[in-house]
């Protein structure tokens, strides 16, 4: 089973500022990684998917990246509703698997 | 569009076998490249994948939780329904249904469920 890292674990920033988020997998997963936002309540949205293609009507701040085992997720200049917890994913072999996730929060 | 809704019980006794339906519209299961599966999130965790079907009925289950599950798909229904024996308040979670599709999001779940909180409880 592939083992997906996330770092950090919290975020703490303000509106307007740039977040970067790290994935890590224990092995290489090529492209086949996707980034999700989940806010609280609610169930998650697909942001990216193979690494760095956005999901349909996914606004441009958000920007993935990397392959192999390492992949970051962009937020250029976080607004309001960004703050949230994001989970990569990668479906390159069974089972699919989620990393622990990073919560963004508000500074 | 295409929306997914869970339906089936919110409150299991352990030992007991847990049936959830997920019902679909604006997609059909019998398109090349489409699958639903089933994902949970225990209160305050990660997500995890339980079990995927795909068009053509290939399956895929956790393989830490094979022996207990099995997905079928009812395609004139539009359904598909995930049975877990032997709850146990581990199990305790909220279980999404989920939509993947090859040519869209690369097999990604791009659709969700809203998801049915299942508590395992005597």
């Known amino acids: ?24 997998a224990s092995q290489s997963v090529s492209s086949y990684l996707a980034w999700y936002q989940q806010k609280p309540g609610q169930a998650p949205r697909l942001l990216i998917y193979d690494a760095s293609n956005r999901a349909t009507g996914i606004p441009a701040r958000f920007s993935g990246s990397g392959s192999g085992t390492d992949f970051t997720l962009t937020i250029s200049s976080l607004e309001p509703e960004d703050f ?8 390159s072999s069974w089972p699919q ?3 622990p996730g990073t919560k963004v929060d508000i500074k | ?3 997914l809704k869970e ?9 007991q076998t847990l049936t959830l339906t997920c019902t679909f519209s604006g997609f059909s299961l019998s398109t090349s490249g489409v699958g639903v599966g089933w994902i949970r999130q225990p209160p305050g965790k990660a997500l995890e994948w339980l079990a995927l079907i795909y068009w ?22 539009n359904q598909v ?9 581990v199990d305790t979670a909220t279980y999404y249904c989920a939509h993947t599709n090859y040519y869209d999001s690369s097999g990604h779940v791009d659709y969700w469920g809203q998801g049915t909180l299942v508590t395992v409880s005597s």
Request: aromatic share 6%; charged share 20%; net charge positive.
């Open chain 1, 97 to 99: 698997t989620f990393g």
């Open chain 1, 84 to 91: 949230a917890v994001y989970y990569c994913q990668q479906r």
């Open chain 2, 1 to 3: 569009q295409i929306t």
């Open chain 2, 81 to 89: 329904v995930l049975t877990m024996t032997n709850m146990d308040p």
């Open chain 2, 7 to 15: 339906s089936g019980p919110t409150l299991v006794k352990p030992t």
């Open chain 2, 56 to 77: 053509n009925d290939d399956k895929r289950y956790s393989p830490s939780l094979k022996s207990r599950l099995t997905i079928t798909k009812d395609t004139s229904k």
């Open chain 1, 1 to 24: 089973e592939i083992v997906l890292t996330q770092s950090p674990a919290t975020l703490s920033l303000s509106p307007g500022e740039r977040a970067t988020l790290s994935c890590r």
